[in-house]
């Protein structure tokens, strides 16, 4: 089971990293439609539609990336003095009474307005020469669907925590830094970084 989870974890960890370049590819296009607006002199009209559909797909096929690593906003002052087992009961409760029948619609509805998009053909109306919209509606239930599948996951691990009291391991990433962490494993104490300061105040005073 955990190797499944993991395979899971991986996928999803795969598409939102696959999907982060978008944000490369969004820096330069709007570089270039500055550069082409006001050196040029030629800007073009569909431009904003581009960012719009560009940052929007980045948006949503990141949800089960950061489903997958925990990433999402939670009150975290509160849920971090729970024990493992409390933080899977809710955790679970609100998969349940939320989260699926949120995202079941989500996928839904987001199919039916892909399909009617692509029914007739539809095209940005935002600015003139507008782009299609079909392919972008289209990663709307796509993304549900991989949020959906991350989340059965998420659902799974709530379980198993409940059953055996602690959270199973998750597939690793890059995170944000964790200071602490980081001073035990340089050796480094509170005091050693006061003395340096000190010592650094006293250096700029005889500068």
Wanted: proline share 4%.
């Amino acid at each position: 089971m955990q190797k499944l989870l993991l395979f899971i974890d991986k996928i999803s960890t795969w598409v939102g990293q696959a999907f982060s370049w978008f944000i490369v590819a969004l820096t330069l296009h709007v570089s270039w439609e500055v550069f082409s607006r006001y050196v040029l002199d030629h800007p073009r009209a569909w431009a904003f539609d581009a960012m719009i559909m560009m940052y929007g797909t980045l948006f949503m096929m990141a949800g089960a990336y950061t489903l997958a690593k925990n990433g999402h906003v939670r009150g975290d002052v509160i849920y971090g003095f729970f024990t493992p087992r409390a933080q899977a009961a809710l955790d679970l409760t609100l998969y349940i009474v939320f989260f699926i029948p949120g995202v079941i619609a989500l996928v839904w509805a987001g199919y039916t307005y892909a399909a009617e998009s692509w029914a007739i053909d539809e095209h940005s109306n935002i600015t003139s020469e507008g782009p299609p919209v079909y392919p972008f509606k289209t990663v709307i239930p796509l993304a549900g669907a991989f949020v959906l599948v991350q989340g059965i996951v998420e659902i799974i691990r709530c379980v198993i925590c409940l059953k055996e009291g602690e959270w199973p391991s998750r597939e690793a990433d890059v995170q944000e830094v964790d200071v602490e962490k980081l001073k035990e494993e340089l050796h480094v104490k509170d005091e050693d970084i006061e003395k340096l300061d000190k010592f650094v105040v006293q250096q700029e005073r005889h500068k």
